[in-house]
T-cell receptor
Framework: DVKVTQSSRYLVKRTGEKVFLECVQD?????MFWYRQDPGLGLRLIYF???????EKGDIPEGYSVSREKKERFSLILESASTNQTSMYLC?????????????FGSGTRLTVV | LAKTTQPISMDSYEGQEVNITCSHN???????ITWYQQFPSQGPRFIIQ???TKVTNEVASLFIPADRKSSTLSLPRVSLSDTAVYYC?????????????FGTGTQLKVEL
């Protein structure tokens, strides 16, 4: 069964800490994405990558960075965590092409910054 | 990028058919329409995808009119377990970095 795996289901970090969220996919997808989801705001795109070492800003990149050194792995980095980054973080991957059968999402990481 | 508009919420009863419509007036020629389902504390799950006319799978049907400016997800005979948020997504992933943006989704609540 193909899937997207996020390293942690729940995470609690202190303000100012550097936080790494890891995502691994086993579908050989070119595209990978990081979203955050907050009540009433839906899914908001933070960053995405369409190839190894390539990255593009999404709609809310401030306070985040990403790394994609290998095709299967896409990391989200909070350089200095703040309480307003408390959220559910979702990783997704998808193949390139007109008919891509959509994204596959991970189960999410619920991050609490205290 | 095609912007989508969906109702914020819908209520239904078990056994009824539910139709959720998504508007996407500026859909591009190459764009596909994809619907996702999301349960609380889980990632969204792919339901169905289409380009034009009608698509049906074991879970749902997707109706797309000729002008493709809207689409309707049809869930036959819903049950309590269909209570979830449903997202309509319009676009296509191409190499070079285009992105697909989710709308706020439709919260479907199914009652007995």
């Amino acid at each position: 069964d193909v899937k997207v795996t996020q390293s942690s289901r729940y995470l609690v970090k202190r303000t100012g800490e550097k936080v790494f969220l890891e995502c691994v996919q086993d579908m050989d997808h070119e595209n990978m994405f990081w979203y955050r989801q907050d009540p009433g705001l839906g899914l908001r795109l933070i960053y995405f990558s369409y190839d190894v070492k390539m990255k593009e800003k999404g709609d809310i990149p401030e306070g985040y960075s990403v790394s994609r050194e290998k095709k299967e792995r896409f990391s989200l980095i909070l350089e200095s965590a703040s309480t307003n980054q408390t959220s559910m973080y979702l990783c997704a991957s998808g193949s390139t092409g007109a008919r891509n059968y959509g994204y596959t999402f991970g189960s999410g990481t619920r991050l609490t910054v205290v | 990028l095609a912007k989508t508009t969906q109702p914020i919420s819908m209520d239904s009863y078990e056994g009824q058919e539910v139709n959720i419509t998504c508007s996407h007036n500026n859909i591009a020629t190459n764009d596909y329409i994809t619907w996702y389902q999301q349960f609380p504390s889980q990632g969204p799950r792919f339901i169905i995808q289409g380009y034009k006319t009608k698509v049906t799978n074991e879970v749902a049907s997707l109706f797309i009119p000729a002008d493709r400016k809207s689409s309707t997800l049809s869930l036959p005979r819903v049950s309590l377990s269909d209570t979830a948020v449903y997202y309509c997504l319009v676009g296509v992933l191409t190499g070079g970095g285009n992105k697909l943006t989710f709308g706020t989704g439709t919260q479907l609540k199914v009652e007995l």
